[in-house]
């Protein structure tokens, strides 16, 4: 820590005497030269806001307002920037406009006509979009980050012809875009997030080629995309998710080779992805999940090499997954769940870099065939609901941090290939397969194991003690396997982790052993209902005080309810019903 401070002192000591020149250059020609007519307009400005945190603490009559915190004025004093941020608006809101029905808060700056931009993050306007502020004809920057403004954007702003970079993130603004916009030629960002704009894009916003960056995200924006939209040519960004757009994703879209980001979740479209997709080679981010999009994934998505994150899910793709997705150097996320994909999981999968950290989710489709033995090298594959056959391959232990393979068609020859040298799998879920046989023994081999879901499969025999070994292993679920077996009546050499047990319908056999119990001091979950226990209940189930829900129901104990059972004081869920207890039973808490 001691070195780093060191080594950092320099560069520090620089950058403060750099600021100090600056502040003093523009101290030098700001005090005593502020325009008197900005000053007031900014005194009549803070006038309009509630201000608890004391932003504009610093704006004082009689004093030079080029001093004052946010002001920035050029060489003859008049106002050129604004930037008043409060960064912790959302828990704190401060400066929010006092309500006022003769004039919309904020109007009076469309007299600082040198202005130049105008940032702002949490000052609350809470009114309309002041038309004054078409006057503003020198600026460049209109960013605003939770005006809350109301109503529709005024057609003025059309005439702030230098206008480069427009936010307005964050209210109530409605209507529709108005054509206006499009005179702004300099355009180069135009970012309207999360308010509750209606209409399509207008036509004439084709011609505003120098555009780099469009975002919507989150208003009821709608229609068609347009095919104008390939026009853009220099467009980077382009966010049209969390809107009512529907139709078609354009093939025109190809056009567009800079785009890095294409964001069109959460909408209506309908329609095949198009082919076209694969000539925008420098995309990184494609997510046009959450819509009624069919047809097959194109291929040509092999071409975009920069794809880091592919969201394709919850629409209703269907064919095979291309194996060019492997060709991916970047890919990092996969997300193809709820659709309606065939055929196999692509071995090509595994060729994407280790430090990747590749997840897969693919979930919900209707996939068959051999889970690969490939895929040493992915973070994590979430294939729930498929038809996957035959073994689990060892090599997916080797990297990956989570795998649920639950509800597929996995058998009984279903391990694969050689265990990994220190297996990292941390959560494995094969419930509801057609596993046979004992628990295997090589699942004691995942020395990092933490979550194991066995449930719901044909698995006999006893229960693997070096399983309960494992010091990783916190939850374990056997429930609904035909075990056809006794409890060990040996205090294992548990580790004492495991929290959650469930044996549910396991069709285990013999007595309950206080020596069994003895080896889960820190059960919170216990399940062992629909079983053939029998016995009596040891004394010292009355010792897993941290128990919060225990179900004995539906076996064969008998004899009285251990008193002890009332020192669990934790718990929250107590089944005992359908045994032969007698005396009194402690009712469910
Ligand atoms: C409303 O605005 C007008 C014009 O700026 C001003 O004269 C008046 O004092 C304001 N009213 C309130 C309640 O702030
Ligand atoms: C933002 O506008 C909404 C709706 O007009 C209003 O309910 C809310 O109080 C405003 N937020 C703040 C911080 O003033
Ligand atoms: C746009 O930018 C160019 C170059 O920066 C500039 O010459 C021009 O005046 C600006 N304004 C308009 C309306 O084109
Ligand atoms: C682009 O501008 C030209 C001339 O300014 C106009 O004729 C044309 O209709 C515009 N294009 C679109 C798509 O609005
Ligand atoms: C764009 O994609 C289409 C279809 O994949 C292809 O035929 C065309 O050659 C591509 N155009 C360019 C400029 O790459
Ligand atoms: C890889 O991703 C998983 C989640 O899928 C995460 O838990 C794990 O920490 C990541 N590993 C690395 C090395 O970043
Ligand atoms: C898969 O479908 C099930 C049942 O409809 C649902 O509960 C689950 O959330 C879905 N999985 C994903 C990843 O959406
Ligand atoms: C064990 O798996 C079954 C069936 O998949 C499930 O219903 C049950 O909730 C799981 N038990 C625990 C404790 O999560
Ligand atoms: C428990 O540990 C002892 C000594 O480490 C070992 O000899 C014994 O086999 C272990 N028992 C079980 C059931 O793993
Ligand atoms: C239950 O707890 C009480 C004190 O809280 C203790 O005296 C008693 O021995 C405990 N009973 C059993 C059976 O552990």
Same mark, same amino acid.
């Given at each position: 820590m001691k070195k780093m401070a060191t080594s950092r002192k320099v560069p520090s000591v620089i950058a403060v005497l750099c600021l100090g020149l600056i502040a003093a250059v523009e101290g030098r020609y700001s005090s005593g030269l502020c325009d008197e007519g900005d000053s007031n307009v900014l005194l009549e400005f803070k006038a309009e806001f509630s201000d608890e945190a004391g932003q504009l603490e610093t704006w004082k009559e009689g004093t030079s307002c080029c001093s004052w915190d946010g002001v920035n004025c050029n060489f003859n004093g008049r106002v050129r920037g604004l930037r008043l941020l409060n960064r912790n608006h959302l828990e704190a809101p401060s400066m929010i406009a006092i309500p006022n029905a003769s004039t919309a808060a904020g109007a009076s700056l469309g007299r600082l006509v040198a202005l130049n931009y105008l940032i702002a993050e949490g000052v609350y306007f809470n009114g309309p979009i002041p038309s004054s502020w078409g006057s503003l004809q020198l600026l460049t920057h209109l960013n605003l980050v939770d005006p809350n403004f109301t109503g529709s954007i005024p057609p003025e702003i059309g005439n702030m012809r230098e206008l480069r970079n427009l936010q307005l993130d964050g209210g109530e603004l409605e209507g529709s875009l108005p054509w206006e916009i499009c005179k702004l030629a300099n355009l180069t960002v135009l970012q309207i997030i999360g308010n509750k704009l209606t209409g399509g894009l207008p036509p004439c916003m084709g011609n505003l080629t120098g555009i780099q960056e469009i975002s919507f995200g989150s208003n009821f924006l709608g229609s068609n995309i347009p095919s104008w939209i390939g026009n853009l040519v220099h467009l980077t960004k382009l966010t049209l998710s969390d809107n009512l757009f529907s139709g078609p994703i354009p093939p025109s879209i190809g056009r567009l080779t800079d785009l890095k980001q294409l964001l069109l979740s959460d909408n209506m479209l309908s329609g095949s992805i198009p082919q076209e997709i694969g000539n925008m080679t420098e995309i990184t981010d494609l997510a046009v999940e959450n819509n009624y999009l069919s047809g097959r994934i194109p291929?040509?998505?092999?071409?975009?090499? +920069? #794809?880091r994150f592919l969201g394709l899910h919850d629409n209703e793709l269907s064919g095979f997954i291309p194996k060019e997705l492997g060709f991916l150097p970047q890919l990092t996320l996969l997300q193809l769940f709820n659709n309606n994909l065939y055929g196999p999981l692509p071995? *090509?999968?595994? +060729? @994407?870099?280790? *430090? !990747?950290n590749l997840s897969i989710d693919v979930s919900n489709n209707s996939l068959s065939g051999p889970i690969p033995d490939t895929l040493s090298s992915i973070g994590a594959l979430y294939a729930a609901n498929n038809y996957f056959t035959g073994g689990f391959p060892l090599s997916l232990a080797a990297k990956a941090f989570s795998v649920d393979l639950s509800n597929n068609r996995l058998s009984s020859v279903w391990q694969v290939g050689a265990m990994p040298e220190n297996p990292q799998l941390h959560q494995l879920s094969l419930g509801s397969n057609r596993l046979t046989g004992q628990i295997p023994t090589w699942l004691s081999s995942l020395v990092n194991l933490g979550t194991l879901d066995l449930s719901n499969n044909e698995l006999k025999g006893g229960i693997t003690p070096s399983l309960l070994a494992l010091k990783s292993l916190t939850s374990l679920n056997i429930s609904s396997n035909p075990l056809h077996a006794d409890l060990p009546t040996w205090s294992p050499n548990f580790t004492g982790n495991i929290g959650s047990l469930d044996l549910q319908g396991a069709l285990l056999t013999g007595p309950l052993p206080a020596k069994f119990l003895d080896g889960f001091p820190n059960l919170f979950h216990l399940d062992l209902s629909d079983n053939f226990l029998v016995g009596e209940l040891p004394? !010292? @189930?009355?010792?897993?005080? +941290? #128990?919060?829900y225990l179900d004995l129901s539906s076996n064969k104990f008998w004899g009285l309810v251990p008193a002890a059972i009332h020192n669990l004081s934790q718990l929250s869920y107590l089944d005992l019903s /359908? /045994?032969?207890?007698?005396g009194p039973v402690p009712s469910k808490p």
């Open positions: 291929s040509a998505l092999a071409n975009c090499k +920069s #794809l071995a *090509e999968l595994g +060729s @994407i870099p280790e *430090e !990747n004394s !010292n @189930i009355g010792d897993r005080v +941290s #128990l919060t /359908n /045994n032969y207890f007698m």
